[in-house]
């Protein structure tokens, strides 16, 4: 009766979603901070004033909100914690820094909008990785790249990260000009929090295998990445992959984007059409557009996920424990003579959900979610009782 695809699936398991008891939930990667006020405002006028676009199919192609996301992107240089916020006229507005500015206009050619970006990333996979020849990707990363690869029936590659717990990148580009294969990473890196710099990731794409996509997930970058974006006016086969869910308050909403080329752009809406018509529904569409235009307010609270995750850092590393140097809202930390399971459970029964993963070679970490000051307070204190 089961297909033979059914049975060779292995699902993505998400972060755990507590039904009977309150938690501080610091176990998903979801911003402690809710959307600007202007978001819920937008979506309740526009559903009040144009009630009928909950009867009537969305814009298929999300064109206002693929704007939206090309200024914000523009704005900001692709990294909310770096941009600068200034008063003009009596509205807050965001400008790139020196080392995040692009050197060229992103246009809404540009963008592909998905319902969230596992759904981009289904299509990416899709569009552009093939059955005869396997995907290289690090042993550790993003949990859902080894479940699309099953999905779809794509070989894969895992490459070790190194003892240093950095992407093995030479590995990778070795591996990769063997069977003239695709690369696909998140950056910054997933459970382990590290980024390469934009040159680094430059230095990959030259010696990648030229007529295959180039993947980079940048999920974290607004955290205190360096985005490739501006990488794109010499990279034609470069794809950078985002999502709201993180730095833009969106996991419950859900909203993810391509920025490639206009050439790659058209490849992915042509997997979406021949899938969904319309991922993005009225109200995302609503939503998103708004949440672009205060992204002053999302790269403020970017900086203060920064600045409780170093204090974070610090007072763990004070106790002796490990902790690997993050450039996302997360940190990936252990504690000699303390299994990781350990203290999930510990954390979990003191009122905090935390991330543990069973996977060998990363069994005694734990990935915590940064929180807001008062959340990281309770979590220090329960902390200090774990011997």
């Not at 202007?38 to 064109?63: I, Q, R, T, W």
């Not at 916020?85 to 500015?101: F, H, I, R, Y």
């Not at 205060?294 to 590393?317: D, G, H």
Request: glycine share 6%.
């Amino acid at each position: 009766m089961l297909s033979k695809r059914l049975e060779n699936l292995h699902p993505y398991v998400p972060g755990e979603q507590p039904k009977d008891r309150v938690y501080i939930k610091l176990n998903a990667n979801e911003n402690p901070y809710p959307p600007h006020e202007s978001v819920a405002k937008a979506v309740a006028e526009n559903v009040l004033s144009h009630s009928e676009g909950l009867a009537l199919y969305p814009d298929p192609d999300s064109h206002s909100l693929r704007k939206a996301i090309a200024d914000m992107l523009n704005q900001t240089g692709g990294v909310l914690c770096r941009s600068e916020t200034s008063l003009s006229e009596g509205q807050k507005n965001c400008s790139p820094s020196k080392e995040d500015k692009i050197p060229f206009t992103i246009t809404p050619e540009m963008i592909f909008c998905g319902n969230g970006s596992d759904e981009v990333l289904s299509f990416v996979f899709y569009a552009f990785f093939d059955s005869d020849r396997p995907l290289v990707l690090p042993e550790h990363t993003y949990s859902f790249y080894p479940v699309y690869c099953g999905y779809y029936g794509i070989p894969m590659n895992r490459i070790p990260l190194k003892s240093d717990w950095h992407l093995d990148t030479d590995k990778m580009l070795s591996e990769a000009n063997k069977t003239d294969s695709a690369i696909i990473f998140a950056n910054p890196n997933a459970p382990t929090g590290i980024a390469l710099t934009r040159a680094e990731v430059e230095a990959m794409i030259q010696k990648a295998p030229k007529d295959k996509v180039f993947i980079v997930d940048e999920a974290y970058c607004d955290f205190g990445g360096e985005s490739s974006i501006p990488l794109l006016a010499k990279y034609k086969n470069l794809v950078i992959v985002r999502t709201f869910s993180k730095s833009l308050s969106f996991a419950g909403m859900r909203l993810g984007y391509v920025v490639a080329n206009p050439e790659l752009i058209e490849h992915i809406f042509t997997v979406k059409n021949s899938f969904n018509h319309f991922p993005v529904d009225f109200v995302t569409q609503t939503a998103g557009e708004a949440s672009c235009k205060a992204a002053w307010y999302y790269a403020e609270n970017a900086r203060k996920v920064v600045e409780e995750r170093e204090s974070l850092t610090a007072f763990l590393k004070e106790r002796g424990w490990f902790v690997i140097p993050s450039s996302t809202n997360f940190i990936f930390a252990k504690k000699d003579g303390l299994s990781g399971k350990k203290i999930y459970e510990a954390v979990k029964e003191a009122g905090v959900l935390i991330r543990h993963f069973s996977t060998p070679g990363i069994e005694d970490f734990v990935r915590i979610t940064i929180g807001t000051h008062e959340q990281m307070e309770i979590l220090k204190k329960i902390f200090l009782t774990l011997s």
